[in-house]
């Protein structure tokens, strides 16, 4: 694909070499177990999944961060956070990847598709209300290519109507909207490590709250229902006398491996340097295509925005996009729609459909949408090569 970047290029450096060895030679390549993660058989030492936590807490703002082992347990620890019964929905948009809805569907609530403003892709905030319902609990908002939903508007409604918003930060590392980072505006956000994203550890992720009891659930569903609470939250110990581990609820093992929280620390490290590259970067985009004159250009951010781009996206005539993320479109949705039940038996309310067509702002969106890459490992030689190649039929 013309916007992948040679492995090769990445970016890994002396940084996250020297942390790789240090965890090799600390003979601990898990963060360990215990009451708190803090009891390895060095007892002294913090993991270093711990040192990744606090650092991401403090950059965000945020009292509370738990990394995980890929963005996709990020976005179900955020789902599991906010506490919502079995058949539940939440509010997803049409444009995003499968694995926000896959995230609400693993929490045993209802994804319910809204769809997307035409000249952005993000959520709309009418279709939003034209799909919530009695069941609504919560709405899920993407932060597609480091653009921002509108937030004010989205918390306003939310706050309204008494639903929980999780923002999926995934593709928005360092974004800001009026001079405060995307994450803090939800009561819980994440944000992937996968080897394309902003900061990377190949596979990882992390997610983040202001709230005590959103963080201890997410912790609880990540960690196999164990305690593991850090911040200083208490941990309850096992009634006396019991027999077990202290499995104090239902989970999924996603933990972070000490290899993974090195490189990601290191790489947090080094945000702000990549994010000054690809900012030289997609001010390049903007001059090559305001060189080119034409039908393309680029997507218009919310009024107060400072966008970190992920990936540079254009709208170009309509049906010569190349956008994927439809997820209904899916061949899993299409089967839950043809089953009429979640892939864990659950009924699927007669209100909720699937069916092709449904959101069709986004699937037209979606065949007038290319993306550029920007990715700060990439040369502006590189850079303009891959732009010429994106847009080379156009
Ligand atoms: C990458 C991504 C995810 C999933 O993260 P993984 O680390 O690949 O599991 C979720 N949401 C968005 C918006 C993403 O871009």
Redesign the pocket.
Same mark, same amino acid.
């Given at each position: 694909m013309s916007d992948m970047v040679d492995p090769t290029r990445m970016p890994f450096g002396q940084l996250e070499r020297t942390a790789l060895a240090e965890v090799l030679a600390s003979g601990q390549l898990w963060r360990g177990n215990g009451a708190g993660w803090g009891s390895r058989h060095d007892s002294a030492a913090d993991s270093v999944a711990d040192r990744l936590e606090d650092a991401f807490a403090r950059r965000l703002g945020v009292p509370y961060a738990h990394a995980v082992n =890929? @963005?996709?347990s990020a976005?179900e620890a955020a789902v599991a956070g906010l506490g919502l019964e079995p058949g539940d929905e939440v509010i997803c948009p049409a444009a995003?990847?499968a694995? *926000?809805p896959f995230a609400v569907l693993a929490a045993g609530c209802v994804p319910v598709f809204a769809d997307v403003d035409p000249h952005t892709l993000l959520l709309d905030l009418d279709a939003v209300e034209a799909v919530a319902g009695e069941r609504t609990r919560a709405v899920v908002a *993407?932060h597609?290519w480091g653009l921002p939903a509108p937030m004010a508007e989205i918390m306003a409604m939310a706050r309204k109507s008494d639903w929980k918003v999780v923002e999926?930060c995934? $593709?928005a590392f360092g974004t800001l909207i009026g001079g405060r980072p995307v994450g803090t505006f939800g009561d819980a956000c994440c944000f =992937?490590? $996968?080897q394309s994203?902003h900061i990377t550890s190949g596979?990882g @992720?992390i997610f983040a709250t202001t709230d005590p009891d959103t963080y201890a659930r997410a912790v609880l569903y990540s960690s196999a229902g164990v305690p593991h609470f850090r911040f200083g939250l208490p941990v309850q110990s096992k009634p006396e006398g019991s027999i077990g581990r202290g499995h104090i609820a239902f989970g999924h093992n996603h933990r972070i491996g000490e290899m993974q929280a090195a490189v990601a620390l290191a790489q947090l490290n080094r945000l702000d340097e990549f994010n000054r590259r690809r900012t030289e970067l997609v001010a390049l985009v903007e001059e090559e295509l305001a060189r080119r004159g034409g039908v393309v250009r680029g997507l218009r951010p919310i009024a107060d925005a400072e966008v970190s781009y992920w990936r540079y996206p254009v709208l170009v005539p309509a049906g010569r996009g190349s956008f994927q993320e439809v997820p209904y479109l899916e061949q899993a949705f299409q089967r839950m729609e043809a089953e009429r039940r979640t892939p864990f038996g659950l009924p699927l309310p007669k209100h909720v459909t699937y069916a092709p067509g449904s959101c069709p702002r986004a699937e037209r969106g979606a065949a007038r949408v290319r993306v550029l890459s920007v990715h700060h490992g990439l040369s502006d030689a590189e850079l303009l090569d891959s732009v010429d190649a994106a847009l080379a039929d156009l």
């Open positions: =890929s @963005g996709t976005n995003c990847p694995f *926000v *993407v597609l999926d995934a $593709q =992937s490590l $996968q994203k596979e @992720g």
